[in-house]
């Protein structure tokens, strides 16, 4: 991992909240990519997505570092310090099966 990044402490092993995006699942939405919080295991969907729910996780809570989720790609993103991370062995692993919406 970079050396750039002031947050891999809020790195923790987390259970994912959900089988995909928590509020588009809630709303009946779609979204492109999925995300995992570090800090909680919150599922949101990615930037790309109509909903942004992981950006506006990080904005509701401050918790700093997600991971590419669906399926888990081994990078992470830190929103603070806005740099790439290699999580290398250190992913979550999905609890089921993830419905695709794209």
């Avoid at 809630?26 to 942004?52: I, M, N």
Wanted: hydrophobic residues 25%; aromatic residues 8%; charged residues 25%.
């Amino acid at each position: 991992m970079p050396p750039d990044c002031n947050h891999l402490d809020a790195i923790q092993s987390v259970t994912p909240s959900a089988l995909g995006c928590e509020e588009c699942l809630k709303r009946g939405e779609t979204w492109f990519h999925l995300r995992v919080c570090r800090t909680c295991g919150h599922v949101g969907c990615c930037d790309q997505s109509p909903g942004r729910h992981a950006t506006k996780h990080f904005h509701a809570t401050k918790h700093p570092i997600i991971e590419g989720y669906d399926p888990p790609e081994g990078w992470g993103w830190c929103f603070l310090d806005e740099v790439m991370l290699d999580l290398g062995d250190d992913i979550t692993p999905q609890r089921g099966p993830i419905p695709r919406y794209y």
